[in-house]
């Protein structure tokens, strides 16, 4: 293993992947419900159906690809060239997802909508897992790879902030460039997303070429791969592994729910003629917020107030309830200034913010308790579960939210034959609404509340008692 420490030069470079993958990944998540549902008209049912089952066989995939990357051998390593394939692929797939022929409708597009979200998920997967796996074939052992896989987790986290801060406003920017300002609102939107997605998917690429060109692996480099029954097996030996997977589970899902459906409640809840415009600030906020608990926010709580992980846990996760139970009764009120969903937009994104580089630090404090406990770390395979639970929560969500627009009637088609401007608030029943906002809220809070006592009553990994484990570690080499 060659002994030279990471420069600056890397730090940046494997950042930025984090960056453009999570941008993609991002997109994805938040808006392919939105852009097949309401801005084409697929069923919302069948939207859910095809996210929970594509994430669901994207996250059992992963192992598969794991072993492939495993056994290939080139000049340019295992790794390298897995991301390079992967991210072209995927870029090109992304595109063509949110390109949907003007020709499709009913049964073809949903059959359209299936085959591509799938196929996304495949070479997704394809990059994802060398990505993270190759970490120990360019670091150290220890401080050094602890450390760049924190650096990893909050430039993905603010990749996908970014998604969240410009995605609206590019889709109405360039649909109004390419389609032209005097069109039909479904219009803009269809040409906003296919040229958005296009410049996405570019970024995605030269961010990762970067990674590839300036990242050098160690050609002689293990790589652990787990199957699925490895990863529960893993899982039945570390009761700490399965108290913070559980809690990554009802956390992500919570978060992604609203995500899904955020953009719902301002087009016809809130935001009238302009919502494009309320949710625009919004999410300009909201995505401002989530960057700076990543850079400012956490380590302000961690090295200047000297809180305890643990600690800052249970405050995120008190602020994410407020800010939601805040956005519930400022839901039911008849304020029009969007500037008081600040407030509630505050907690709940600074909460998912903080929580993006915590659940990566327990995760890691669960491989030294299997050390400890069970005389092996499991790293790889514990590390793997993360993105398995990630993208099953994605799914869980996406299906959650799906099957609730399906049920409430929440849907744009019937109303895009119209020009842009139009107040979407006036094709809702009351009823739809109430419902919009009590399950983008109340869900959400229920499932933080879980998530809160599930952790504190299997959680036992204090500073105290992790000092105790990696002292009893240190023995044991």
């Not at 996250?59 to 390079?84: E, H, Q, S, Y």
């Not at 009120?333 to 709940?348: A, E, S």
């Amino acid at each position: 293993m060659n002994s030279k420490k990471l420069g600056f030069k890397e730090k940046v470079s494997y950042g930025l992947g984090a960056v453009g993958k999570d941008m993609v990944y991002m997109l994805s998540a938040s808006y392919v419900l939105y852009y097949f549902q309401d801005t084409l008209g697929v069923s919302a049912a069948a939207m859910a159906v095809i996210l929970l089952v594509a994430r669901i066989f994207d996250a059992f995939n992963d192992p598969i690809m794991g072993l492939i990357v495993a056994k290939t051998k080139t000049r340019l390593g295992k790794f390298r060239p897995w991301l390079l394939i992967g991210t072209a692929t995927n870029a090109v797939v992304l595109f063509l997802m949110f390109s949907a022929p003007p020709a499709l409708d009913g049964a073809g597009l949903v059959a359209y909508a299936a085959v591509t979200y799938i196929l996304w998920g495949i070479t997704y997967t394809m990059m994802d897992i060398p990505y993270w796996s190759m970490i120990p074939a360019f670091t150290e052992s220890g401080k050094e790879r602890e450390g760049l896989t924190t650096l990893a987790r909050s430039c993905a986290g603010i990749g996908s902030a970014i998604i969240t801060v410009i995605t609206m406003i590019s889709v109405k920017a360039l649909g109004k460039l390419f389609a032209g300002s005097n069109v039909l609102a479904k219009e803009i939107e269809v040409t906003g997303f296919r040229y958005f997605s296009a410049i996405i998917a570019i970024l995605f690429l030269v961010f990762i070429i970067l990674t590839v060109i300036n990242i050098k692996e160690d050609s002689t480099a293990d790589m652990k791969t787990a199957s699925v029954k490895e990863m529960f097996q893993a899982l039945l030996k570390n009761d700490q592994a399965i108290a913070v997977v559980v809690a990554i589970v009802l956390i992500n899902t919570s978060i992604y729910l609203t995500s899904n459906l955020v953009i719902y409640f301002f087009k016809y809840d809130f935001g009238g003629g302009t919502w494009h415009n309320s949710y625009t600030l919004f999410s300009t906020f909201g995505g401002g917020i989530q960057i700076l608990s990543i850079i400012l926010l956490y380590p302000f709580l961690r090295y200047v107030l000297k809180f305890s992980n643990i600690k800052i846990f249970h405050t995120a996760m008190t602020g994410g309830i407020i800010g939601y139970i805040t956005l519930l009764i400022l839901s039911f009120t008849k304020m029009t200034n969007v500037y008081l969903l600040f407030i509630p937009g505050f907690f709940i994104f600074a909460t998912n913010g903080v929580l993006s580089t915590l659940t990566t630090v327990f995760l890691a404090n669960t491989c030294d308790y299997g050390l400890y406990k069970n005389g092996r770390s499991d790293e790889s395979v514990i590390f793997s579960l993360q993105t398995f639970v990630v993208k099953l929560a994605s799914g869980v969500s996406a299906f959650i939210a799906g099957i609730a627009l399906q049920i409430f009637n929440l849907k744009g088609d019937e109303a895009q034959d119209v020009l842009e401007g139009f107040d979407y608030s006036t094709v809702v029943d009351q009823s739809s609404k109430v419902s919009l906002r009590m399950t983008m809220t109340i869900i959400p809070i229920i499932g933080l509340i879980v998530a809160i006592f599930w952790f504190k009553k299997k959680y036992i990994l204090t500073e105290e008692k992790l000092t105790e484990i990696s002292e009893k570690n240190n023995q044991m080499m």
